[in-house]
């Protein structure tokens, strides 16, 4: 798991880069032309992301106490909460496409849609595997010694989220 979490962040590392890159030689930040990016709404959303973190924080001592029944609230909660930012981010993308803002329409449009699009896959794919968790403990897999499943689940969930108020700062209020 922490090869994975260090690929992720050479990764992200990579894409970040790039971006400054671009953003920082552009005469003009967003282009004329080009709409705002939702920030409020991003900031709502990344108050849901975070809450979701606390929330799987707070499984996993479910898990270490032995209550089953709690593990699986909290993991459902913050299963909840991660379909609920993407649902914010797909509400998002859909006005930002209504006001023109799309992949094709230049360096502005390519890096949002691919830095926080690249993000969303991620998240997409931890509320994935996260189900697969909620479903596991919901059979009881996991005991308060063996919970190795859920712990690595939790890490790669920490790591989007960790990610995401770096993105938002960077993208939309940079």
Request: proline share 4%; charged share 10%.
């Amino acid at each position: 798991m922490l090869m994975l979490l260090c690929s992720e962040g050479v990764f992200f590392g990579g894409l970040i880069i790039a971006f400054l890159d671009l953003r920082l030689g552009a005469a003009q930040w967003p282009p004329p032309g080009q709409p705002r990016l939702p920030v409020g709404l991003t900031a709502l959303n990344t108050a849901v992301l975070l809450l979701s973190s606390y929330m799987m924080g707070r499984a996993r001592g479910a898990a270490r106490a032995g209550d089953r029944s709690l593990l699986v609230r909290r993991l459902g909660l913050t299963w909840g909460l991660g379909g609920l930012f993407l649902v914010v981010q797909g509400v998002e993308w859909v006005r930002l496409v209504r006001f023109g803002l799309t992949v094709a329409s230049g360096v502005y449009g390519a890096t949002f849609y691919t830095l926080i699009g690249v993000h969303g896959v991620h998240v997409l794919g931890a509320v994935t595997w996260l189900g697969v968790v909620l479903a596991l403990a919901a059979r009881g897999r996991f005991t308060p010694g063996e919970s190795t499943g859920l712990q690595c689940c939790a890490m790669y969930w920490h790591f989007v989220v960790a990610l995401w108020p770096l993105l938002y700062l960077l993208v939309y209020l940079a």
